[in-house]
């Protein structure tokens, strides 16, 4: 899926389910992606709970909506969510939304979005339900993407050894199943229409999550493939090829 820095998008963060110790990873991902037109974090500020996200929303010109918790038990925070959700979808302003949860209550939500044409990006912990890493477009999950000023218990993942990355049966299909579809007559794959199909087949699926900054150094870090550089006019680009593959 093409990246297109000029998306306008639609910002909503789940205070009760996100931490702020992820606000500048998770603006600068954003980033990525388009422009942020709305950042909005809803919650109940009234209580003390939230208190760690409050210098976070003044640094990054976050605007808060309250949503008092009327009854114990029941989320109010998620049905204004997605109630504003649907009026900023209606509004037919935006190219695509960032959800910031790890709530299986924004499934629905993320699925209608992109009946609607629009792109959803999710945000969540690894514990978000697999319902709602599925209904999004691409999903980041947001371990990866803590601050340096971060405690001591939240680390981004470290890079996995060859024996870990290669004993990994998922990661291992996903990978020899992308170079396949993305080979030519000799094997040989882009490393960026591998990361099309791979982003396509597993919405979640994010080099970071295994240690690794970019596709191409997860690649040479399982040490099953062959990665050689060729250069088009200015531009250099890498191909992939699972060794063995050699016609």
């Known amino acids: 899926m093409a990246n297109d820095v000029t998306q306008k998008l639609a910002v909503l963060i789940d205070a009760d389910n996100a931490r702020p110790a992820i606000v500048d990873g998770l603006l600068a991902e954003v980033a990525k992606y388009g422009t942020a037109h709305v950042k909005r974090i809803y919650g109940d500020w009234t209580g003390p709970n939230l208190n760690g ?146 982003s396509k087949r597993s919405p979640d699926f994010d080099s970071r999550n295994y240690g690794y900054s970019k596709l191409s150094g997860l690649i040479n870090g399982i040490g099953l493939f062959d990665v050689e550089e060729r250069q088009f006019g200015n531009a250099k680009h890498l191909y992939v090829r699972l060794r063995g593959k050699a016609k």
């Not at 996995?160 to 998922?170: F, I, N, Q, V, Y």
Request: hydrophobic letters at 40%.
């Open 53 to 198: 996200w409050k210098t976070a929303l003044l640094d990054h010109s976050i605007q808060p909506i309250q949503q008092f918790a009327y009854t114990s038990g029941k989320n109010a925070t998620d049905s204004a969510m997605i109630i504003d959700a649907m009026d900023l979808l209606y509004a037919e302003r935006f190219d695509g939304f960032c959800i910031v949860s790890s709530d299986s209550d924004f499934t629905r939500l993320a699925s209608r979005i992109r009946e609607a044409g629009l792109i959803v990006y999710g945000f969540g912990e690894q514990k978000t339900p697999k319902a709602f890493v599925s209904a999004c477009d691409k999903f980041i999950y947001t371990e990866v993407l803590v601050g340096t000023e971060q405690n001591e218990n939240e680390v981004a993942p470290a890079p996995r050894s060859a024996h870990e990355l290669r004993g990994d049966t998922k990661l291992m299909n996903l990978l020899r199943n992308a170079v396949e579809a993305a080979s030519d007559e000799n094997g040989w794959a882009a490393l960026g229409g591998i990361g099309s199909i791979l």
